[in-house]
């Protein structure tokens, strides 16, 4: 069995390092194959002879397997960490490729040793950011507060993040904020060092210095090629993954100060607006670093941060998943055109562990639970990878937990073609640690969904004759009778045959009884998987229907807000005609009554009633005289003239009332 090339669409590139066991009473169960090649490859784990089960032996294959003499150094340059680092950098003409290097094993069984070091050697996160820095050198920009580089920096930013200056964070953390304050606009590039740095008096914590840190094993042999003609920046930010949510180590210590009883606020793993076509961790707080030693001082302030607790297994135990994330911005030095990013993320994973061994209870076991259930989708989400390499095309379920999600979401070619910045998927490398002595049960594991490839072996079972007669000699001949007597060497091979063939139906019985124990893990594994999926889909669907009814009530509000305002803006209108209309009215009121002043007043006053009878029976006589009158002057007229010219004068002659000429007369008067 030959560990797998890897094909385009693996996703990491797996290494085995080997713990020195403490224990030397324990029986090793891991042993390293020897190969005529210059680095083994594949491993065999053996059952420990007192386990009362009886197991297959496994065999595995890695990309390389590291035995316990190996050191830091060695594990630098043997897994690919160098070319990962060329690659973020970007040759001549060309981006970034991101980088993702992570840790894998049970607990204690050297993760963080390998990782982030102890305190005589430096891990390889160390080692990487002096390579960084040493590579770049004088390529990297000032970045202080207020230089165009940082406002250049700040608007790349695709994360929605809250970004400072090392000098200025550091001070804020642990100086006297003299230095830098920002949001200063500082026009001059501050010292590389900050000033509790060279002013110990000032500082508020311990923290170690840069000269106090581990500084082997060095890399200054260590020799990338860069893009010359380009001017770089590294940032730094620093977050974990505990209990399934996403929080930031670089604002606790702020925090605390501030508001003690501050609970810390988780962040969201989304695509932002500027960064359509991946998924970044949003809000972070990033740190420019312009020197090795202000990116170390970044380092040592995350992981004080960082959740850890004493356990029975381990007395520093990570109660979370750590990431550190370096990333690099480039730009030409020359035309200072738009930055291009690629990153390199380093993850310590937290170690999977027993509750009996670990002897954890309350929050601590509940922080375990959640530490080995996010290490069993990883496990699933890497078998599934695993199972992909043999030309199956299955889609990897990284969607089930934060862990998954953040190590898988960013690792396949974008999909999104409508964008102009294209990320190419990031190459990976996965580091697993093991204790050859350690426990079978969990480091074995760990190696079942790790591995790139695995080989099952069943042990085949002595024949039951073969015992019988291994300290009896055969003392008799194997013959029959004439008679036809079955004799005692018949008997023996009767009974051969059949012992054969119990061995044969015992060693598939075993092989049978191994799959089933593989297949109930696996249907228990789905099975937790599809609750949990189920437990996800309704939390999903309690959050979408908690925002629908959150826009909903937005909604209903503006409307409300706008109808309102329409209202009132209906009101005043009516309030300002009605006014106009009072006004006109007003005006012409005051016309009218200075035209009536302009003009003469008149006062008539009611008649007396007495007065208005009298007036009565005056016209009734004039009536009666004006009758008289007219017949008087018909008989006039009758007696002196002809009947004919008599009715002519009648005829032409209209009566006038002598009243009405009597006024006429004075009113011309």
Known sequence: MEPPPRPSSSLFDVFLRLRPSHSAKAERFLNVEEIEAANPTHITIKPPTNDGRKRAVERFAFTRVFEEDAHQSELFKGTGVVPMIEGVLGGKGRDGRDGLLATLGVTGS??????????????????ALHVLFQSTGTQLVQSFYGAPAFSSLAAADVSEAHMFTATAFLDSMYGDNQSERYPSRAQTPMPDCSSFITNPTNRSKNIPRPSTLPQNPSVHDVDISVDSSAEYSIIVSMYEVYNDRIFDLLTGNATKSKNPNLKRRALLFKSTEQSPDRKVVAGLTKIICGSLEEALMVLETGLMERKVAGTGSNAVSSRSHGFFCVEVKKRDAQRKGPWSSSALTIVDLAGSERARNAKTAGATLAEA???????????????????????????????QCKLTELLFSNSFPSSNTRHYHHHHPQKSIMIVTADPKGDFNATSQILRYSALAREVTVPRIPSTTSTILSGTPLKFALSTTSSGRTTPSAVLEELESANAEISRLTAEIEIFALRLTEETARRKAAEQSWRAAEEHMLEIEQDIRDECFAEMENAVEQERR????????????NEVHMDRKIDVVIKATKQQMLEQQQLAVKIYEDPDPEMGQRVEELERENEVLRARLEGMEREAQAKSASPIKKMRVLKAKKWEDPETTLRVGMDDD
């Open 562 to 573: 706008r109808w309102q305002a329409a209202w009132d803006a209906e009101q005043d209108h």
């Open 110 to 127: 050297g993760k963080s040793h390998t990782i982030l070091g102890t305190k005589s050697q430096r891990g390889l996160t160390q080692m």
């Open 369 to 399: 639970g959640k530490i080995n259930e996010s290490l069993m989708y990883l496990g699933q989400c890497m078998q599934m990878q695993s199972d992909n390499q043999d030309g199956s095309k299955n889609i990897v379920p990284f969607r």
